[in-house]
């Protein structure tokens, strides 16, 4: 079945960076589009940023545009997403996540931005 498991969320400072891996299994991760999604604390999911199966056109929110970077390793099942210049707008649950018939997503990492 569909697992997507994220890894390298953590707590730090305004103006850091953080680098979130999804790695994937149970489906054919060369042949999907994938995203990644989050969630801040009493407010709506939204989509952060996707990325094409071949790597190309990666799209951004406008909110993260210029400072987060969505990449894949289709030899490892792997989606990254580097975030820089992070403000503490950017907590939240970040998920990954692939729609195939419906939309899945893994348990989530918890990045906090704190002084």
């Known amino acids: 079945q569909v697992q997507l498991v994220e890894s390298g969320g953590g707590l730090v400072q305004p103006g850091g960076s953080l680098k979130l891996s999804c790695a994937a299994s149970g489906f054919m991760f060369s042949g999907y589009y994938m995203a990644w999604y989050r969630q801040a604390p009493g407010k709506e999911r939204e989509r952060v940023a996707g990325i094409m199966n071949t790597g190309a056109s990666p799209t951004y929110l406008g909110a993260v545009d210029g400072r987060f970077i969505i990449s894949r390793d289709n030899v490892k099942n792997t989606v990254y997403l580097q975030m820089n210049s992070l403000k503490p707008d950017d907590t939240g649950v970040y998920y990954c996540?692939?729609?195939?018939?419906?939309?899945?997503y893994g348990q989530g990492t918890q990045v906090t931005v704190s002084s």
């Open positions: 996540s692939v729609f195939m018939n419906q939309r899945y």
